[in-house]
């Protein structure tokens, strides 16, 4: 089975731009999850998605957001960028709820200058 | 509320020798744990979890990991440690089953493997 996949891997975008970031996750899977990972906070979740649904929000600004598609794959978008967005976000995808462990994509480096 | 501690920032063992890589969590109900393997600029790694059962859990790579419900533990653990598990590890938690897929990470642990 193919992994999770994200696109872009990197991004540079400006203050105040806004950006958007794409994940295909495992076939079959229908729940992906979204997490910033930054050198100050460590991992934070972000939102997760079930079968078009946001199920779950963690405690960011509403600039942040996301949708699924019917076919599980989603994204994030984040509006109005600030420097503090850059991070590597990424994202995880698995089979039901439950105890069954999330798959990890490769990330999006996201640079706000 | 749930959280996860790692309490080393960084660990050191001799290639051959031992590891363990400290974790606690706190949460409300029964825990589901999970350990993970960072690499430099990679996503994170599935390595192993604890749902129920026996406490002491295997998983990929020679690694396991000891479940603790009194100590709220769960160290990862490998015999004979390699140069090429030298990586950050992160521990994370998840309550119950709500419904919801949303972890918990510890800060991380980077475990450097000296040859």
């Known amino acids: 089975k193919a992994g999770v996949t994200q696109t872009p891997r990197y991004l540079i975008k400006t203050r105040g731009q806004q950006v958007t970031l794409s994940c295909s996750p495992i076939?079959?899977?229908?729940?992906v999850s979204w997490y910033q990972q930054t050198p100050g906070q460590g991992l934070q979740f972000l939102f997760e998605?079930?079968?078009?649904?946001?199920?779950n929000k963690g405690n960011f600004p509403g600039r942040f957001s996301g949708r699924q598609f019917s076919n599980s794959r989603s994204e994030m978008n984040v509006s109005t960028l600030e420097l503090g967005d850059s991070a590597l976000y990424l994202c995880?995808?698995?089979?039901?709820?439950?105890?069954?462990?999330?798959?990890f994509g490769p990330g999006t480096r996201l640079t706000v200058t | 509320a749930q959280s996860v501690a790692q309490p080393e920032d960084q660990v050191n063992v001799a290639e051959g020798n031992p590891l363990t890589v400290k974790c606690t969590y706190s949460?409300?109900?029964?825990?589901?744990l999970f350990w993970y393997v960072q690499y430099p600029n990679r996503g994170l790694q599935f390595l192993l979890k604890y749902i129920t059962g026996d406490n002491l859990v295997k998983g990929s790579y020679g690694f396991e990991a000891e479940f603790n419900k009194s100590q709220t533990s769960f160290h990862l653990k490998k015999p004979s440690a390699l140069v090429s598990d030298s990586a950050l590890y992160f521990c994370?938690?998840?309550?119950?089953?709500?419904?919801?897929?949303?972890?918990?990470f510890g800060t991380g642990t980077r475990l450097t493997v000296i040859p």
């Open positions: 998605y079930f079968s078009e649904t946001q199920r």
């Open positions: 076939s079959g899977h229908r729940s």
């Open positions: 949460v409300s109900g029964n825990p589901y």
């Open positions: 994370a938690v998840r309550d119950s089953p709500t419904g919801a897929n949303n972890l918990f």
């Open positions: 995880a995808s698995s089979g039901t709820s439950g105890g069954n462990e999330q798959y």
